[in-house]
């Protein structure tokens, strides 16, 4: 395996990062929407009073829940997480490329820009061509803004794409089923 560079926290720049999270009907298990929430209070816990936080939910609409905010303001973060519920459909193609446009808008030179993404992998509505994900992601990658997937619970969970998707947004993807690897990816990581 490989290693990247290890980087000691005060040497980390400032972040920019847009939730993008997946409120359709088939996150309302336990092992997805309730997790993720989670998993998204535990990571601001962990990020700087610096870094910045947008929020963006798709289900049969998209919305932006909440506009760049500070990690300071930490409270109004966590309760906008905090009011996430699951149901309709699924538009991630739209919401993707809002959430890009979010990032885009409260770009940090030289900073940590990226579009967090938190789905079970079923995108029924919108752009579902991986090509035309692919196509997205790329193009906004060159823009410097990454993105990393993770994948929670079982059922519609569509591994191949999300992977293939995110390693084309100069990004990551995880799978999330347990409390262990909400620790290992959104503490740790």
Request: charged share 25%; aromatic share 6%.
């Amino acid at each position: 395996g490989l290693k990247g560079r290890s980087m000691k926290a005060s040497q980390m720049p400032d972040a920019n990062y847009v939730f993008l999270i997946d409120v359709s009907g088939s996150m309302s298990t336990d092992d997805k929407l309730k997790l993720l929430k989670k998993s998204l209070k535990t990571m601001v816990d962990r990020l700087r009073p610096t870094d910045r936080v947008s929020i963006v939910t798709y289900s049969g609409t998209v919305k932006l829940l909440l506009e760049s905010t500070p990690v300071k303001d930490a409270d109004k973060i966590k309760d906008a997480i905090g009011k996430l519920a699951a149901s309709g459909s699924t538009a991630g193609g739209e919401a993707m490329k809002m959430a890009y446009e979010e990032a885009l808008a409260n770009y940090i030179e030289g900073g940590n820009n990226r579009v967090i993404m938190g789905t079970d992998g079923d995108f029924n509505v919108g752009v579902t061509s991986t090509d035309a994900l692919l196509e997205m992601v790329q193009d906004y990658a060159a823009k410097g803004v990454y993105l990393t997937i993770c994948g929670f619970g079982s059922g519609n969970l569509n591994d191949s794409m999300l992977e293939t998707v995110s390693n084309n947004g100069n990004g990551t993807y995880e799978y999330i089923d347990s409390e262990d690897e909400l620790t290992k990816v959104f503490v740790n990581e």
